[in-house]
């Protein structure tokens, strides 16, 4: 179980570098966006994603 942990950890930081690597203007704007939003906003947006990730995960394995 840890290195399974391990390895999606590693995963996500290889695709966040793809992310800042292929398009760092892009990101850059989409962090001054996100801090104009509220931080509720992003909660709910944040558990969104975490909910979406799990059912993924679940229909994957």
């Not at 999606?8 to 801090?35: D, N, S, Y």
């Not at 939003?37 to 975490?50: E, H, M, Q």
């Amino acid at each position: 179980m840890p290195r399974d942990l391990y390895a999606a950890l590693c995963l996500v930081l290889v695709i966040e570098g793809l992310v800042l690597f292929a398009a760092p203007k892009g990101w850059q704007t989409m962090m001054r966006e996100a801090q104009k939003l509220d931080p509720r906003t992003l909660r709910i947006f944040g558990a969104a994603a975490i909910g979406v990730g799990l059912l993924t995960l679940q229909l994957v394995h």
